[in-house]
C-alpha cells in the first residue's frame, strides 16, 4: 500500500515522525524531521516570494495563535465550526460525513453503510471542532481572523488602496474527531492564508481570478495537472461565511487501500480520493460586519466595508501531495529504486558530495573540501557511511537532485562525476568549474 510506503519512508528518512514517539506517540500531531522542515520551509518560502514580496498589492503579518475569546463568538466559530459525524454500531469506527459512500437518488433511499465493515450507521451528530485551553482560551482554528482584527490597524498604517491582501502563514489547531490519512487531518498543522480585500461589486470577479492564479500555483510546485481539479462546493457545503467556495483537490486516489503505484510520466489511476488542497472562499463582509458589531470598531475603508476572497491552503496537506506525487518505484538492473522527483527548488538537500572510497584519506579529503565549497551556495552534505550503490540510493529517495562522487581517477585529473536524479546520467566536471556548474543546473 501507497501510504505505508510513504510513511515508512517520512519515518526512514527523517521527514515524518509521529509527535512524542518515545511515549507512545500522540494521535494525529506530527514533528517534521531534518527533511521535512527544510521541505516545508521551502514551500512556505516559495508562497511568501510569490505573493507577498513579488506583489505591490500584498502585505505580511504574523499574529499571536492565542485571540480573545470574543473573536471567536463574532467569527461564529463557537457556534458553527463543527464536522457531521457518523458511528459505526458494529465496528465503533467513526467517519466524516463525506467519507461515507456515495448515496443513491432519494426515491429508493438507503441509509449509508460503514465504508469499513458494512455495518450500520448511526445519524450524523455534529462535533465543534475548537481547541480550547485550559485557561479558558481557544487556539485559533484559522489564521484568518488575526487578520481581521488587525484590518484596521494595517490600513492605518500602510494607507493601502482596495483591492489589497494581507497574508499570513502560521499554526492552526482543530480538535479533529476523525485521523487516519497520516498528516493529512492533524490536530496541529500550518495554514498559508491571504484575505484579499475587495470593493463588493467586484468579488466576483477577484474570487474568479484567485481560484485560477492558486490552481496554477500548485502546477508551478511540480504538482502534475492531471492530479489536480478545482471543484466548486454546493450550497449545503458552504462555510457558514461564505457565499462562493471552490477547493484545489489533489487526487489522493493511489494512495488509498490496495491503489497500484503509477510508473514513470503516468498519474494515478481515477476514482475515489480528490480531496482538498486549498480553498478560495468569497466570505462576503461577514468577518468584518461581525467584528465590527461586537467590537464596536468602525471597519468601513474606502467608504465600505469591503468584501472578502481568501485563498486558504495547507503547508503538511501541500507537502503530502509534493510526497506522493513524487514518489516513484521503478526497476534498474534488476533492483527496485525508489526515487523522489521533487522539484528541485523544494528539494530539501540540492546536492551531496559522496566519496567513492571512504577508506582513502585523499578522496575524503577532496570531497570534503568540495562539501565546503558549496555550502555557502547550495544546501550540500557530505556522506561516507554505506557504498556508493546505497548513497545514491538514499539520496534518490529523499529526492536530491545532483550527487557528486570523488573517485581514484578525481586525484589524477581533477574531475568529479555529477549524477543527476532523474535520468541517472553521469557527467565529469573539473573540480573548478562545479561551481558553476550546480549553479546552472539548480537555477
Ligand atoms: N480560513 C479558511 C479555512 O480555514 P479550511 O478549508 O477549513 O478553510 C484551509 O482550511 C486549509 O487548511 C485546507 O485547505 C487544508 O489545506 C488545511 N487544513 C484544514 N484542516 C486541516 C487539518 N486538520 N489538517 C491539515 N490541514 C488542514
Not at 463588493?200 to 481560484?211: G, I, N, S, T
Request: aromatic fraction near 10%; glycine fraction near 6%.
Amino acid at each position: 500500500m501507497i501510504m505505508e510506503k510513504i510513511v515508512s519512508l517520512c519515518k526512514r528518512r527523517g521527514f515524518i515522525f509521529s509527535s512524542s514517539q518515545i511515549y507512545g506517540g500522540l494521535s494525529s500531531i506530527w514533528d517534521y524531521g531534518p527533511l521535512g522542515v527544510e521541505l516545508k520551509r521551502n514551500i512556505k518560502n516559495l508562497w511568501w516570494k510569490d505573493l507577498v514580496h513579488q506583489r505591490s498589492d500584498i502585505e505580511g503579518l504574523d499574529a499571536a495563535v492565542l485571540m480573545h475569546p470574543k473573536v471567536w463568538e463574532a467569527s461564529g466559530h463557537l457556534k458553527n465550526f463543527s464536522d457531521l459525524l457518523m458511528d459505526c454500531r458494529e465496528c465503533k469506527k467513526r467517519f466524516r460525513i463525506e467519507d461515507v459512500a456515495a448515496q443513491p437518488p432519494i426515491t429508493n433511499y438507503q441509509p449509508p453503510k460503514c465504508p469499513e465493515c458494512g455495518g450500520e450507521l448511526t445519524k450524523p451528530r455534529q462535533f465543534n471542532l475548537m481547541f480550547k485551553t485550559s485557561r479558558g482560551l481557544f487556539l485559533r482554528p484559522e489564521t484568518a481572523q488575526g487578520i481581521f482584527v488587525n484590518f484596521r490597524n494595517i490600513c492605518q498604517t500602510l494607507h493601502l488602496k482596495l483591492p489589497f491582501g494581507i497574508a499570513q502563514i502560521g499554526k492552526a489547531f482543530r480538535n479533529e474527531i476523525t485521523t487516519g490519512n497520516f498528516t493529512f487531518r492533524s490536530r496541529e498543522f500550518e495554514q498559508m492564508e491571504i484575505e484579499y480585500f475587495v470593493q463588493p461589486a467586484e468579488a466576483q470577479k477577484w474570487y474568479e481570478y484567485w481560484v485560477n492564479e492558486r490552481f496554477n500555483w500548485y502546477i508551478k510546485l511540480g504538482i502534475k495537472k492531471e492530479n489536480l481539479r478545482v471543484r466548486e462546493h454546493s450550497k449545503e457545503e458552504l462555510a457558514h461565511y461564505a457565499r462562493q467556495c471552490s477547493d484545489i483537490e489533489y487526487n489522493f486516489s493511489f494512495f488509498t487501500k490496495g491503489a497500484r503505484l503509477p510508473s514513470v510520466g503516468q498519474g494515478p489511476t481515477s476514482g475515489r480520493g480528490w480531496k482538498e488542497l486549498e480553498g478560495i472562499a468569497n466570505r462576503q463582509d461577514f468577518d468584518l460586519i461581525q467584528h465590527q458589531r461586537f467590537s464596536g470598531e468602525d471597519l468601513n475603508y474606502e467608504g465600505v466595508v469591503p468584501y472578502i476572497i481568501e485563498p486558504s491552503g495547507g503547508v503538511d496537506r501541500t507537502l503530502l501531495a509534493l510526497l506522493v506525487d513524487a514518489y516513484y518505484e521503478e526497476e534498474v538492473k534488476g533492483r527496485k529504486r525508489v526515487v523522489l522527483r521533487l522539484n528541485k527548488d523544494l528539494a530539501p538537500i540540492k546536492i551531496a558530495v559522496l566519496p567513492l572510497l571512504r577508506n582513502r584519506p585523499e578522496i575524503v579529503k577532496i570531497a570534503k573540501r568540495i562539501r565546503d565549497e558549496l555550502l555557502p551556495h547550495f544546501i550540500t552534505k557530505y556522506d561516507d557511511t554505506a557504498s556508493i550503490g546505497k548513497l545514491y540510493r538514499r539520496q534518490d529517495e529523499i529526492g536530491t537532485p545532483y550527487c557528486i562522487t570523488v573517485d581514484v581517477q578525481s586525484l589524477d585529473d581533477k574531475k568529479v562525476t555529477a549524477r543527476e536524479r532523474d535520468t541517472m546520467r553521469q557527467e565529469r566536471i573539473a573540480m573548478s568549474k562545479l561551481r558553476e556548474y550546480m549553479g546552472e543546473k539548480l537555477k
